[in-house]
Every structure is written in structure tokens, then in C-alpha cells.
């Protein structure tokens, strides 16, 4: 079993080689990082178009300023700071909804098992949350980052992250207790 501080070490010895110029290190953190970035930014568009950009444009912009990293936190975390912000650059410049509900049921009805209908249910339900709320319970519920992590990637205190998730988790229970009524 791997040790989460062996994990770190290895993150920041990678990102150091990759500052003196391994292009091998940095394929080593694009491999890893790769899926699990993918996976959260789909999250926030049905377009996987938009979703390969943001993703692409992570990976170049980490690249090019990879002397601007500080070392503080993972290079995941720097990564996926800098994809939302991609994404948040996108949707000022045009500005547009953040969603299209019947967009997204047909999007996950092509890339996921539908059989159980909470699934379903669920996402257009984070899809009615704005981006902090919908970012905060995906990278903690999901991705298993701690809140001092999604602070970190968010520009929020730990204590606002708490809070955030706290209080979707309670209006996703809210949802679930009127569908159950309902039903």
C-alpha cells in the first residue's frame, strides 16, 4: 500500500524533473492525470468537444507555466484549478447557460448504464446547482479530494467548503424526500 506522503513526494519529484526539462516526467503526470481530469470536467459540459479543450488547454497552460507552480499542493490540484478556470473563461466570453438539462439527459443516456433511474434523476439535480456547489460535492463525493484540497482549487476557505458541501447535500436530500413523497 502506498503511502498518501510517498504519493506527494513522487508528484514533486516529477514536477521538478519536468521543470528541468524531462518531457518524459511530464507524460508520466499527463498519464495520470489524464482520466481523473476528464471525468471531472465532463461534469460541467455535455459538449465533449468543449470538455477535450478544457482538458487540452489544462495540460498545454500547466506545461508552458510549469515554473509558476509553487509546490504547495499536488500538481492535480494546480491542474484542475487551471481547467476550471479555462472553463470559466469560456462561458464569460460567450456567455452562455452553464447547461441544457435535455442536452445532458441525452449526453448521459449515450455514455452511461441507465438502468437505475436515480442516476439520472441525480445529475440533472447537480446540473440545477451553480458551478461552486457542483464543483465542491463532485471533487469531494466523487474525486475523494479533502477540503483543504478543493479550497485550494476553488479560491475558498476550507470552512466555505464545508459548508458549500453541507448545505448541496442537504438540498439534494430535500429533492430526493419530495421525489420519494411523490412517488
Same mark, same amino acid.
Not at 107 to 129: G, P, R, S
Not at 131 to 151: D, P
Not at 155 to 181: C, D, G, P, Q, Y
Given at each position: ?57 489544462a495540460?498545454i ?11 504547495? $499542493? ?6 484542475? =484549478?487551471?481547467? &476550471?478556470? @479555462? ?5 464569460? *466570453? ?9 442536452e ?56 466555505? $467548503? ?6 448541496? =447535500?442537504?438540498? &439534494?436530500? @430535500? ?5 420519494? *413523497?411523490?412517488?
Amino acid at each position: 500500500m502506498v503511502k498518501k506522503k510517498d504519493n506527494v513526494k513522487e508528484d514533486h519529484q516529477l514536477v521538478l524533473r519536468v521543470k528541468n526539462g524531462d518531457q518524459k516526467a511530464f507524460k508520466v503526470l499527463f498519464e495520470q492525470n489524464i482520466v481523473p481530469l476528464y471525468r471531472f470536467m465532463k461534469q460541467f459540459s455535455p459538449d465533449k468537444d468543449q470538455v477535450d479543450d478544457w482538458v487540452q488547454r489544462a495540460f498545454i497552460k500547466s506545461y508552458e507555466n510549469i515554473g509558476k507552480f509553487d509546490g504547495i $499542493s499536488l500538481y492535480r490540484t494546480w491542474l484542475f =484549478k487551471i481547467a &476550471l478556470n @479555462e472553463m470559466r473563461t469560456d462561458y464569460r *466570453k460567450i456567455n452562455r447557460i452553464l447547461y441544457d438539462i435535455e442536452e445532458a439527459e441525452d449526453y448521459y443516456t449515450e455514455i452511461e448504464d441507465l438502468n437505475f433511474e436515480w442516476q439520472l434523476v441525480m445529475k440533472n439535480w447537480l446540473f440545477e446547482l451553480d458551478e461552486i456547489k457542483r464543483s465542491v460535492f463532485i471533487l469531494f463525493e466523487v474525486e475523494g479530494y479533502s477540503h483543504s484540497e478543493i479550497a485550494s482549487m476553488l479560491n475558498i476557505s476550507e470552512v466555505n $467548503s464545508r459548508a458549500i458541501l453541507t448545505r448541496t =447535500k442537504n438540498f &439534494l436530500r @430535500e429533492k430526493w424526500r419530495i421525489t420519494e *413523497k411523490v412517488k
